[in-house]
């Protein structure tokens, strides 16, 4: 016990100073990687516009002007939307921009009953939400010396939630097979989801899963290495930019931190 004590000891040391290390640029990178994947895909609807309208027409039998109409309506709310969170202006309505496009997605793409995509999208949405728990605090500290109670509850149970969702990417990363390295992975992956939704030892255990999913993603969806002919080019592709989003959710939990509702907000009053 004595043993374990003193490695989480240090490694919340590592993390202290990591963090403040990083404190002044890091809520800047957990911004640009949260955004990523929504501005890939605005990109994408620029440079691949006559095959998104001819799917989207195809799947959907809605003729070419309605097909035309939500391939700009998707690049628009995500390019702008991102510049909107990057340029920290209206970020509660690029939230909301980004937001839309996620449910709309979902239904378009028919993949809304696909585990492992509605999973995704799921913990896409807790990032947003983090977003919207850092806007609050940006606003809490504005007012300094005003009473801000409402406030500061409303930003705690935006981190919970946040937070809690964004663990939902690391059920799509699970394979249940009975061999000793998949049952570590996932001892081990499901102590440090369950850390991270009650808000214990939280900065520490996002900063092991940073680690863990930015490492699993350069390895397993290394699209740059797939000919651009490939049709799995594509899938790789999206798979990396929605866990660089996720990464960046990781991040602002690290800046952040866990909020009031919080094993580690507890611990500090006890």
Known sequence: MA???????????????????????????????????FLEDGLRMWFQWDEQREYFDSTWSCGSVLATLFVLANMFCQIVGCFMVLLRKQVRVAVGMLFTIIVMQSI?????????????????????????????????????GVPTGDTNKKQSYMQLVGRVLVVFMFMTLFSFEFSPLRLVELAVGTVLMLAMAIGFKTKLAALVLVVWLATL???????????????????????????????????????????????DAHRKKW
């Open 108 to 144: 378009a793409y028919t993949v809304l009953w696909d585990a492992k995509f509605f999973l995704r999208n799921i913990a896409l949405c807790g990032g947003l939400l983090l977003l919207l728990a850092e806007i609050s605090g940006e606003v809490k500290t504005m007012f300094a």
């Open 217 to 263: 993603n350069l390895l397993l969806n290394c699209f740059w290495m797939v000919p651009s002919q490939h049709y799995m080019r594509e899938f790789m592709k999206y798979d990396f930019f929605q866990t660089l989003s996720v990464i960046g959710g990781l991040l602002l939990v690290v800046a952040l931190g866990p909020g009031g509702v919080s094993l």
């Open 3 to 37: 043993a374990y004590q003193q490695v989480v000891s240090r490694a919340d040391d590592v993390a202290d100073t990591v963090l403040r290390r990083s404190k002044h640029y890091l809520p800047h990178v957990a911004r640009l990687f949260l955004i990523a994947t």
